[in-house]
């Protein structure tokens, strides 16, 4: 049905930039969101940020807010995660999420999609 595959993960050293892209197929989010969950390793997964697909409201994590930059291309069903300003407790597999309804808590980790992950190391 639905699948998300993420791209774009990759070693930068501290202070670089990434930027993840994931997009979605099988379904359109007109009403939903689309987002980003990471988990570090023996760490609990954790949000980072979402963006409604309709009117682009976007939320973050405050451990992100004013580096990272969550983005939409509804014409390519696809989400970007532009990474600035990299720290090393930023390292983590990145989980690209979506859910054809906006979620309650966006939040939480119970996005109905989510892709495989993507790997991002922030070391010198």
């Known amino acids: 049905q639905v699948r998300l595959v993420e791209s774009g993960g990759g070693l930068v050293q501290p202070g670089g930039s990434l930027r993840l892209s994931c997009t979605a197929s099988?379904?359109?989010?007109?009403?939903?969101?689309m987002g980003w969950f990471r988990q570090a390793p023996g760490k609990q997964r954790e949000f980072v940020a979402t963006?409604?697909?309709?009117?682009?409201?976007?939320y973050y994590a405050d451990s992100v807010k004013g580096r990272f930059t969550i983005s939409r291309d509804s014409a390519k069903n696809t989400v970007y995660l532009q990474m600035n300003s990299l720290k090393p407790e930023d390292t983590a597999v990145y989980f690209c999420?979506?859910?054809?309804?906006?979620?309650?808590?966006?939040?939480?980790?119970?996005?109905?999609?989510w892709g495989q992950g993507t790997q991002v190391t922030v070391s010198s």
């Open positions: 999420v979506a859910d054809p309804y906006f979620p309650p808590d966006p939040e939480r980790d119970e996005y109905d999609y």
């Open positions: 099988g379904r359109t989010f007109g009403t939903g969101a």
């Open positions: 963006i409604t697909w309709s009117g682009g409201d976007t």
